[in-house]
């Protein structure tokens, strides 16, 4: 009690500091009104009357990163849960955008409530949910705390924890221990992953590798019909331009990218460059801050005609295919403590990925691309103008990267489907066979609640059916 009431005054305190963010994020919201009703937990008297008598599973996904990381998960259980409808949550307005695409009939979307306990039970009081999901790492502790009060199983989906996130929690272990134990289930991106989560102190028959379902967005064009050729005409560019995307670019990198296009421009005169910063809200102050190199340079929503010679993108959800237009790609985040950000979509289309040193966030993937020869990194901002020459100056070079890029990311497919079938037969035999069916068919947690158990047959993370063999 006394941890919930400095929780809760904490997050009183923080909000005062947090406000003039929150006002500049209202206004990039398409409906401030709602945002600032859903997150107080206040609804129209009709939404009551939509979910009585309905199974609803939460799902809750922070940013547009994790709203297109579910994707597969989300048509994966609509085919294979009937009975359950999703309620879909986001915090940030550029999230929520994208998660309204995938409102329908079962899905539904609002934004998160703020983690304050009134507000919290107030939006538990109407939708009642039978789970809630939570998206690689958020965790709120009265959410948290309200939830098991009432008996909602809570698990991590698609959880991931960098060493760095590892670190910070630990500073606070006598706060954030108990939460930890009233996980119900972490399914894991890696192994390195679960590791950390145990070590946080979720139960060790409560977490599990499961894989990363970024890997399962959509492919590229081969396989999504996306027209790379089309598209590179739509835009604006000839067959003749070299394109390169640097993608999800931080503060920083911009000024960087900039002094190496200068220099690669001299070499290779058709050469364009596409910068898309990771926050929109950046492009407009990114294209004064970038004038003084005297390029053509105008932002997407504006371009008209021939593509200009620097294109800063201002739009959302266009990179995820415009990245099958690229001869080059430079991910973000990774010249700077970032941490990196998430090459799989380049790697879906065959594109040659270059990288700095930071990419901490996502360790395994870029360790297996750089091993395995689908993507080069730099120790430094220097080197930058000659590793994207020797990619510019070689059309099989980048064509063999990128190949190996694919095949990478192609045989680590697979997450959404199986942390899905988990969590069905999970919720499935919760609710009505944990009663009936043999206690050697599960694994009993402290708290008494029931799970499956890992299969001996299958792989390290799967887990079987209760007393059936198979997959899930």
């Not at 809750?60 to 999703?86: D, R, T």
């Not at 983690?115 to 502790?141: A, G, N």
């Not at 001299?266 to 003084?292: D, M, N, V, W, Y």
Request: charged share 25%.
């Amino acid at each position: 009690m006394l941890r919930t009431f400095l929780y809760n005054l904490a997050f009183a305190a923080f909000g005062i500091f947090y406000l003039p963010i929150f006002l500049i994020k209202l206004r990039q919201a398409e409906e401030p009104a709602a945002l600032w009703r859903e997150r107080r937990g206040i609804f129209p008297k009709d939404w009551a009357e939509k979910f009585v008598g309905k199974k609803i599973v939460w799902l809750h996904a922070v940013s547009v990163g994790e709203v297109m990381a579910v994707e597969k998960f989300i048509h994966e259980w609509l085919a294979s849960a009937p009975e359950y409808e999703l309620l879909l949550t986001t915090v940030t307005p550029t999230g929520q955008r994208i998660a309204k695409k995938f409102a329908g009939e079962r899905v539904h979307v609002c934004y998160f409530p703020f983690d304050l306990t009134p507000v919290v039970k107030r939006f538990l009081d109407l939708f009642k949910p039978v789970c809630l999901l939570l998206v690689e790492t958020e965790i709120w502790p009265n959410l948290l705390t309200e939830a098991k009060g009432r008996n909602i199983p809570v698990g991590v989906i698609n959880a991931r924890l960098s060493e760095r996130s590892f670190k910070r929690y630990k500073i606070v272990p006598w706060l954030l221990k108990p939460l930890w134990g009233k996980l119900d289930f972490v399914l894991a991106q890696s192994e390195e992953d679960a590791v950390r989560f145990r070590k946080l102190g979720v139960a060790e028959e409560s977490v599990r590798d499961m894989g990363n379902m970024k890997f399962d967005q959509e492919a590229g064009s081969a396989e999504s019909g996306v027209d790379a050729q089309g598209l590179r005409q739509a835009w604006g560019y000839t067959s003749g331009d070299l394109v390169w995307i640097a993608g999800s670019t931080h503060p920083g990198e911009e000024e960087m990218l900039m002094v190496a296009f200068k220099t690669l421009r001299e070499r290779f005169p058709t050469l364009k460059l596409i910068l898309a910063p990771r926050h929109i809200e950046r492009s407009r102050g990114l294209l004064k801050q970038l004038e003084k190199y005297g390029f053509d340079m105008v932002s997407s929503l504006e371009k008209k005609g021939p593509a200009p010679a620097v294109l800063v993108l201002d739009q959302l959800g266009v990179l995820k295919n415009l990245y099958g237009i690229a001869d080059l790609v430079f991910m973000g985040g990774s010249l700077v403590p970032h941490g990196g950000q998430n090459p799989i979509e380049p790697a879906r289309f065959s594109k040659a990925i270059l990288h700095g040193p930071h990419v901490f966030n996502f360790h395994k993937i870029y360790h297996q691309l750089d091993r395995d020869g689908g993507a080069l990194g730099i120790s430094a901002p220097d080197e930058l103008s000659s590793a994207a020459a020797e990619f510019l100056a070689s059309e099989s070079r980048r064509h063999e990267v990128g190949q190996k890029a694919f095949q990478i990311v192609n045989r680590l497919r697979g997450a959404s489907k199986r942390q899905a079938g988990w969590i069905l037969t999970f919720l499935r035999t919760s609710n009505k066979t944990r009663h009936s069916e043999p206690d050697s068919c599960f694994r009993k947690k402290a708290s008494g609640r029931k799970i499956p158990k890992r299969d001996p047959c299958l792989p390290e993370g799967r887990l079987r059916s209760p007393c059936k063999t198979g997959q899930v």
